[in-house]
């Protein structure tokens, strides 16, 4: 075990890609525990993390929300979004909200919402009052309801790494943590803006909302397709992301006439892109968590959180901790790939429900997305709003601490969790 740390450790420091690290820490621990003739072995775990069936569904998603992000559907959601706050205070705040878990329903992932959002409603803000620090910081923090909100790449990879959970499971389990983050960022939002003063807009007309409604209405077609296809069991996960990806495609290209080939190019190009790092790290992680397996890392670290506190309640906090702290240095992906060989099985060992655990590892890691010094939605935003990242991490703590209190309430209540995939079937 000490070799494979020290070369994670090591590599980690000198700024080694991630997916690289995971698989020479793999090829120290396989040495480590049978020698040389163990290498054989890294190659098969290798290619048994990257040839699961489920994992075609990864690039249809993916070219999805490039498609879409490049059809001019994030103006009809605003528009939208807009007509349903009226004279609110501080509106176009709440709207930057309502169009990310609109957005959450058709990309699934935080950086990829924080552009297509950020670079339409950061100006806007800015030119309504808002401070360009602030307008960065609510945009980066609602964007990371796109992985809890189904679709979500990362519960794809999650489900893949453990196995011990069902992407449907995950899907189901992260509708009401992502409603309540909504929520959450609402309350904050609203405080924020009754305080500062922030303008609302025209008032509410049933007229506006449905031109707005219809306007945008098609696009929600995607998550029915992808959400409903697989809930209903009419399709499989492959198959609802392929049909999403056809949907997308014919929609900005026929409906919206809004598609380049330009456009076209570069969402096919960005498409193989993601979907590479997606499988290096998800090849690399198995060829890492293999060698978890065989170490006993995974019940030594159940041992090590039964001795800090024998209430469950104190273990999961202390481990979203430990969680939170992996996300301030490592980015989201890689993070799930390497926590989770070694903390899920340690804390179902100790009781927990898996698709609890999941679900909670997952908003704890996704929390890294705002937090420096990685924070890759708010690095991003700073630089839309054109601000310094210091000021949009100064403006992002009250919206950081919204999040933190719906890590705790999904930590301390099962319940929560695990109410929707009841009530559909997706567990018993």
């Not at 709440?94 to 297509?116: K, L, P, Q, R």
């Not at 209903?232 to 919206?256: H, K, P, V």
Request: hydrophobic share 55%.
């Amino acid at each position: 075990m000490t070799w494979a740390v020290s070369v994670f450790l090591i590599l980690i420091l000198v700024g080694v890609p991630i997916g690289l690290v995971m698989i020479a820490s793999g090829l120290a621990g396989a040495v480590s525990v049978g020698g040389f003739d163990f290498l054989e072995i890294v190659a098969d775990r290798f290619y048994a993390g990257v040839s699961g069936f489920v994992l075609i569904a990864v690039p249809y998603f993916i070219f999805a929300a490039e498609v879409m992000n490049r059809s001019g559907l994030t103006d009809r959601m605003v528009a939208f979004a807009n007509s349903l706050f009226g004279r609110l205070p501080g509106a176009l705040s709440h709207v930057n909200i309502t169009v990310s878990v609109f957005f959450a329903g058709i990309t699934g992932a935080a950086v990829t919402d924080t552009v297509a959002i950020g670079k339409t409603l950061i100006p806007a803000m800015k030119r309504e009052g808002y401070g360009a620090a602030y307008s960065a910081a609510v945009t980066a923090c609602s964007s990371i309801i796109g992985p809890i909100i189904p679709p979500s790449v990362i519960m794809i990879v999650y489900a893949t790494t453990l196995r011990d959970v069902s992407v449907l499971q995950l899907f189901a389990a992260g509708v009401m943590p992502g409603l309540l983050m909504a929520g959450a960022l609402l309350v904050a939002s609203g405080w924020i803006s009754w305080r500062r003063g922030y303008a609302g807009h025209q008032a509410v007309q049933l007229k506006r909302i449905l031109i707005t409604g219809v306007a945008t209405l098609p696009a929600f077609g995607i998550p029915v397709i992808i959400i409903g296809g697989i809930l209903s069991g009419i399709t499989t996960l492959t198959e609802a992301g392929a049909l999403g990806a056809l949907y997308a495609f014919a929609l900005g290209l026929f409906a919206y006439r809004s598609l380049s080939r330009r456009d076209i190019w570069d969402a096919l190009v960005n498409t193989v892109s993601f979907s590479g790092v997606v499988f290096l790290l998800l090849g690399a992680s198995t060829v890492l968590g293999w060698y978890v397996t065989r170490s006993g890392i995974a019940r030594d670290a159940a041992e090590a959180i039964k001795f800090v506190s024998s209430d469950p309640l104190i273990q999961i906090l202390v481990v979203d901790l430990l969680l939170i702290a992996l996300g301030m240095v490592i980015d989201v992906l890689p993070a799930v790939v390497v926590a989770a060989p070694v903390l899920a099985p340690a804390m179902v060992s100790l009781g927990f429900d898996p698709l609890h655990f999941g679900i909670v590892m997952l908003l704890a890691l996704n929390l890294g997305n705002i937090t420096p010094p990685v924070g890759m939605t708010l690095m991003t935003a700073s630089k839309i709003a054109e601000v310094p990242y210091e000021a949009a991490i100064k403006e992002s703590t009250p919206f950081l601490i919204s999040h933190l209190v719906v890590i705790i309430v999904a930590s301390a209540s099962p319940t929560l969790i695990l109410w929707f995939p009841k009530l559909i079937g997706a567990i018993g």
